[in-house]
């Protein structure tokens, strides 16, 4: 178990060891729903609340569940229906108590259960042996970064809208192209937090 | 290719039989956000932006409904004349608001070319981006809908 | 071979709490069991919780009109609510002038039903019914309009005022989804109630329209509901122009009609605007009222007369026309049907020419 503390966690998480733009996890969404400014904001939302909860839930179940048991290798598995659960519960509370909220990010909710950054929060939080504490703050600060992350990016595309992009990378490919230049800047960061 | 679930709404609402029988998607089987993607691409090349050519089609698009189903001439280079239908339908975004049901028939009297296109249709190419789905009866490919304007031959505009 | 049971029995433990969660939740938060309906001021009714406020209604056999089958964007399905119904939602906000939000209106397709609500429909909606009826004659009055006459069954008498409409039931043709409904306004008196008739043009690619001019046979049965609207004439002393463009003739020839059965005296001049000769229908019908119905005058008029139509009448835009006909118009009243380009350029010269706008009338779906 490390015993960093978890606002340093938070941190690192967001900038130094950025979901997205260090481990490549949730590229789909993030090339697909970055167009504009908006809808990359309500994504990125639904992510970080998500994120948090299921990291936190995933530590319940891998803790008291699949570690006494010795079940480990079902964390795959169980994570995943954690995680499809807890999009469908939250769907739904979001509907009944916020209608208003449901409806500027609940449309976002059904994409994330296949969103692979959100398991890859809960399998590294294992990796590292995080405490539950520190993978709440490592769920949530992955999920502020993945929303950063696709934050800029959409700004960007906003900017590239007016530029003149060679035909044959428009849409996905300059998008690809723009994530690898932003992640060379993130690494910028490393090193300030050993993680 | 993915695409925000806004557009996978706007693009059931599309469908043949949904808001309309013929629907705007037409025989195109690719996904909404590449169908906005190639022609927002082709309309770039052409040194175009959407509000231009939705703000021409506008402009042929009022005088016709204007005269009530009597073509008139605009320009001395247009014929315009109106089909209109009682009733106004959505727009499949869901913007708000109701479009009037008509049909526009264009022709340039010095070309002979003609063009088909309704009220929808320069909504949906000024504030969507949308020249609706190849072998929709409204298409309208960007080149096309350019030349018909008169706007095309500008080339690439530079950006610095 | 205890640890495979360990492991099966774990993941399917752990899926099904997950999955009772689930369903408990979708009982308490999604259908919230039955609620109590009030609709203006009846007793409540119990409706199932959870579902539009449309969808529950139309069960109900209460018809709100709505052109774009409840998704939000056509904006037609206004109701006031005065109990329950939550916040109002970004979808419905683009729909609502502040005035309307004060005054509680709000878009029964967006609205779910999931407390105890009261609401306020117009009261002719609930006069709505539907209806089965027969296709018993089609006439052809021009190359895109087609007069249909819809029998009622034995025993069902259909009761509405001259000028109200119905909405058609398109049935499902031509692969496509869902039925839709269509609204055209009754061209017969409301002295018949054992039959309609609707004066349908064709649209092009419309759905409707396309099914009762290629499909439609006579003999055939549809369904349709009505009659829907608060176009009708209103008997005040006051003099009345009727402007009609198209199949907007229908409404007009069941108020004619009407006027003629019940002696209704008012000075009315009907107006009727199409583009050349091949667009005009019923023109002797409605000259003849001319004698049955004193201060009656008929004004067909064509804004761009084909050169083989010998046209001796009116000639120029409808609105022209009018415009042409008249000094002032203060103190009229204007009643309009037609295609909405059309409304809405005869609604800016009738009030340029002084007529009130609170006394022009015409249907909002068109």
Known sequence: ?195 | MKQPPQLSQAQARMAHGALTRDGFLGTDSRNLVEILQDDDGRVRRLGLSHADLAAALQRLTDAALAHLGAPVVIDDRFEVRSVEAMGRMPCPFGHPGLFVKAEVHGRRLDTGETLVWTPLSVHLIGAHGFYQGRGSPYRLDPEQLAGFLGMEGKGPEDVT | MGDVLTAVGVLVGLGAFLALILVVAERRLVHSGPVRLTINDADPVEVPGGEPLLSVLRERKIFVPSACGGRGSCGLCKVRILEGGGPVLPTETPHLSPEEIEDRVRLACQVKVRDDTAIEIPAHLLEVEEYEVRVEAIEELTYDIRRVRLAFGPGVAFRFRAGQYVQIETPIYDGLGEPVYRAYSISSPPQDTDAIELIIRKVPRGICTTFVHELLLVGDRLRINGPYGDFYLRETPAEAVFIAGGSGLAPFESILADMAARGVRKKVTLFFGAVSRRDLYDLERLHAYGERLPGFAFVPALSHPDPGDDWQGETGLITDVVARHYGSMEGMEAYLCGSPGMIDACVRVLTDKGVAEDRIFYDKFA
Do not use: D
Not at chain 1, 10 to 26: D, E, R, T, V
């Open chain 1, 1 to 195: 178990m490390t015993n960093q503390g978890a606002f340093t966690i938070f941190i690192a998480a967001i900038f130094i060891n950025n979901i997205l733009l260090s481990n490549f996890l949730g590229m789909c969404p993030f090339i697909a729903v970055s167009r504009e400014v908006r809808t990359a904001a309500g994504l990125g939302a639904a992510v970080a609340f998500v994120m948090t909860l299921t990291s936190g839930l995933n530590y319940l179940v891998y803790a008291y569940l699949l570690e006494p048991l010795g079940l480990e290798y079902l964390r795959y598995i169980a994570f995943i229906v954690v995680i499809a659960a807890t999009v469908q519960l939250v769907e739904m509370v979001i509907e009944r108590t916020s209608p208003v909220l449901y409806y500027a990010l609940g449309i976002f909710l059904p994409l994330i259960t296949v969103n692979c950054a959100i398991l890859g929060v809960s399998l590294f939080m294992v990796i590292r042996q995080y405490s539950f504490v520190q993978s709440l703050a490592y769920g949530a600060g992955s999920g502020v970064g993945w929303a950063l992350a696709i934050l800029a990016m959409a700004g960007l595309r906003k900017k590239m809208k007016r530029s003149r992009v060679p035909a044959a990378l428009e849409g996905p490919g300059i998008t690809v192209i723009l994530a690898g230049i932003m992640a060379l800047a993130f690494i910028g960061f490393s090193g300030m937090v050993p993680m």
